[in-house]
């Protein structure tokens, strides 16, 4: 088993910056990935970005590409979300999960999840 737990959510104006953090623990060995996915209010979950635990290939959704950085601490078994220039359609839950499969698009490809961390981009 892993377990994920993010932290550093918040509420920020448009143009500002956060970063989330994303901690694995247990079996961490098993992981190929980790990745992040939002979901707004009235909305489906939606993938955001994801990264290769050992080669650190990275991956976007368009609409963050350029704004978002994802990144790992394989020492911390951690991953981060850096969030630059934040938009109000940014707001969501954002949920870190953990993936043993050698797919990072898709939910289903995620086999443990976290809480999810609130991130709220004011106008």
């Known amino acids: 088993q892993v377990q994920v737990v993010e932290s550093g959510g918040g509420l920020v104006q448009a143009g500002g910056s956060l970063r989330l953090s994303c901690a694995a623990s247990?079996?961490?060995?098993?992981?190929?990935?980790m990745g992040w996915f939002r979901q707004a209010p009235g909305k489906e979950r939606e993938f955001v970005s994801a990264?290769?635990?050992?080669?650190?290939?990275?991956h976007y959704t368009s609409s963050v590409k350029g704004r978002f950085t994802i990144s790992r601490d394989n020492a911390k078994n951690t991953v981060y979300l850096q969030m630059n220039s934040l938009k109000p359609e940014d707001t969501a839950v954002y949920y870190c999960?953990?993936?043993?499969?050698?797919?990072?698009?898709?939910?289903?490809?995620?086999?443990?999840w976290g809480q999810g961390t609130q991130v709220t981009v004011s106008s």
């Open positions: 990264i290769t635990w050992r080669g650190g290939s990275t």
């Open positions: 999960a953990a993936s043993k499969s050698r797919r990072v698009g898709l939910q289903e490809d995620y086999d443990y």
């Open positions: 247990g079996r961490t060995g098993s992981i190929y990935a």
